[in-house]
């Protein structure tokens, strides 16, 4: 399949890993590229620049196929060494990075410098056309659906991809409730030109996680995801656990007076312990409510030769039978 996704960032399939905390480490990034995806590994899952530099070598080690890095930016007091990450990037020679969270201007002249492609996942058509107004290459539009942080405007990618679509020139992939080859076609039909897939990527067989993790993805409904920080507009789609519990009851009881440090147990320095560990309740970790479409523990490689094998079908077969008729 070529779409301007395929052709920017010189893969064989429309279909990128999204960063993942603790889990975009370098095998799964070099088993998504290695399958014809675009892989990324998460920066600062890395504790440092040095860590990021050695990380980026080991994907390196692992695939020859193009590969990137996620980079977010989070509302910090004391913000990462961003500039160290960047240059452990641009050393690295890797040549796509996915921005999100904040708006990536400050950083850009340096990435394009390097000949950098910057997809930028945002949440709403009005920070897409920012992103396209700044210099990105693409975007990558994060509907209401996804696991991580969906913003604070509720608008599913039934809606958001195709106003994506009405307004933005650059190339998009949806993001957000994509998990196979059904998912792949909507999206083109909305009007993008791949999908960014979380959540499905982490019940794969190469997803360094924890088993634990895998299968409470598998067990999980569409229903069993809530969203919690609501009250600190910073608002995350998280699977229910005992944790999420004890934090909404928080947000319930302090309302609007509720501050961070009220919930930092819940939320501080959690993936570690879910993600390594294995400890399901340790705190709230990010997941989609695509888990109710979600069955099994696949390869990468399955997952990806399936999705492209249902995509093809459904639009030689399904789709044109509609047609023929
Ligand atoms: C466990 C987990 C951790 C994530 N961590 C990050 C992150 O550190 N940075 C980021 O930009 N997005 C992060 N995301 C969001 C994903 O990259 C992706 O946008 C999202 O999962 C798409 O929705 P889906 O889960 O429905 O596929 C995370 C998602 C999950 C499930």
Request: hydrophobic fraction near 45%.
């Amino acid at each position: 399949m070529k779409t301007r996704i395929t052709e920017l960032f010189g893969i064989e399939h429309p279909i990128i890993q999204g960063g993942m905390h603790y889990v975009g480490f370098a095998e799964l990034a070099a088993a998504v590229s290695n399958a014809g995806g675009l892989g990324l590994i998460t920066a600062l899952t890395q504790r440092t620049p040095e860590a990021l530099a050695n990380e980026i070598r080991r994907a390196r080690e692992m695939t020859d196929k193009p590969f990137g890095v996620n980079l977010t930016f989070l509302p910090s007091l004391t913000p990462p060494d961003y500039p160290g990450y960047i240059r452990a990037i641009v050393e690295g020679g890797v040549k796509v990075v996915e921005t999100a969270g904040n708006n990536p201007q400050k950083w850009l002249p340096v990435l394009k410098d390097a000949g950098i492609k910057v997809i930028h996942k945002c949440t709403s058509v009005r920070h897409s056309l920012k992103a396209q107004s700044i210099g990105c290459d693409a975007v990558s539009v994060d509907g209401f659906e996804c696991g991580g942080h969906p913003g604070e405007d509720d608008v599913p990618n039934f809606i958001l991809l195709p106003r994506a679509a009405e307004e933005l020139e650059i190339p998009f992939v949806a993001s957000g409730g994509m998990a196979d080859g059904r998912s792949l076609v909507a999206a083109l039909s909305l009007g993008a030109e791949g999908m960014n897939m979380g959540t499905r990527f982490i019940a794969t067989k190469e997803a360094p996680v924890h088993e634990h993790v895998k299968q409470a993805i598998v067990a999980a409904t569409e229903l069993d995801t809530r969203l919690v920080m609501r009250p600190l507009r910073n608002t995350e789609r998280v699977l229910k656990n005992a944790a999420v519990d004890r934090l909404l009851e928080k947000e319930r009881a302090l309302g609007s007076k509720i501050k961070f440090e009220d919930i930092v147990a819940e939320v501080g320095g959690v993936y570690p312990r879910i993600m390594q560990d294995g400890e399901m309740d340790a705190g709230a970790w990010s997941c989609g409510m695509v888990a109710g479409l979600i069955h099994d523990i696949p390869t990468v490689k399955e997952l990806i030769d399936r999705t492209m094998r249902e995509a093809e079908s459904i639009i030689a077969r399904r789709l044109a039978g509609f047609m023929a008729a």
